[in-house]
């Protein structure tokens, strides 16, 4: 069984920077690369929202409010996937899950939450003004 695990969150101020990282294990085998990979993050009360994804022929896809500003990647031989932040807004306060599911094309996951089968507990990120 898949298991996940973020890190990374914290408080920052308006035009900080973060790296969250997703360390998988139980893959039996196989690496990140073989799965689409996905950070979705859920504001107080809200629908988790797909922020980016990378699918396992490398593909990736970013929603609008995060293009120029976040950076999806993975580290095959370490099992993490990572999410750079860079020029953080209040808005991007939530909390970050990281999710890896099967067979997924980035674009066709990034608005999907509901497809992927395995989910971390998630990490906070805190943007203040």
């Known amino acids: 069984q898949v298991h996940l695990v973020e890190s990374g969150g914290d408080s920052v101020q308006v035009g900080g920077s973060l790296t969250l990282s997703c360390a998988a294990s139980g893959l039996f085998g196989a690496s990140v690369s073989t799965y689409c990979m996905a950070w979705f993050r859920q504001f107080t009360g809200g629908e988790r929202e797909g922020v980016a994804t990378i699918d396992s022929d490398g593909k990736i896809a970013y929603t609008d409010s995060v293009k120029g500003r976040f950076t999806i990647s993975r580290d095959n031989a370490k099992n993490t996937l990572y999410l750079q932040m860079n020029n953080l807004k209040p808005e991007d306060t939530g909390m970050y899950f990281c999710?890896?599911?099967?067979?997924?094309?980035?674009?066709?996951?990034?608005?999907?939450?509901?497809?992927?089968?395995?989910w971390g507990q998630g990490t906070q990120v805190t943007v203040s003004p």
């Open positions: 999710a890896a599911e099967l067979g997924l094309t980035a674009h066709q996951a990034l608005g999907l939450p509901g497809w992927f089968g395995t």
